[in-house]
């Protein structure tokens, strides 16, 4: 069984940078294909920026693409989302979410293991 926890997310302007950190235990996150996805109030959970551990290919959505980076750490098993200027548009809860095999896939149902959910909340 794997348990994901993220963290980082919090209240922040315009223009700011965040990262944000999803921690990893019951399995290497290396076996593992990985993804953060965001839900905004009212909306549906959307793809953001995606990796396979094995081949360090990422993978991001065109809204996001130029601000975002996502970023690992074998070592802590942990996995990271660099952002940077952000919106308001960005205003969401955060999710690190994996699934077995090397297959790349946006489809949030494609993906076993999820995290709680980390808060970003973008202000003018």
């Known amino acids: 069984q794997v348990q994901l926890a993220e963290s980082g997310g919090g209240l922040v302007q315009i223009g700011d940078s965040l990262r944000l950190s999803c921690v990893a235990s019951?399995?290497?996150?290396?076996?593992?294909?990985t993804s953060w996805f965001r839900q905004a109030p009212g909306g549906e959970r959307e793809f953001v920026a995606g990796?396979?551990?094995?081949?360090?290919?990422?993978h991001y959505a065109d809204a996001v693409k130029g601000r975002f980076t996502i970023t690992r750490d074998d070592a802590k098993n942990t996995l990271y989302l660099q952002i940077h200027s952000l919106k308001l548009e960005d205003t969401a809860v955060y999710y690190c979410?994996?699934?077995?095999?090397?297959?790349?896939?946006?489809?949030?149902?494609?993906?076993?293991?999820w995290g709680q959910g980390t808060q970003v909340t973008v202000s003018s």
């Open positions: 979410a994996a699934k077995l095999g090397h297959t790349y896939s946006r489809a949030a149902n494609d993906y076993t293991y």
């Open positions: 990796m396979i551990w094995s081949g360090g290919v990422e």
């Open positions: 019951g399995r290497a996150l290396s076996t593992l294909v």
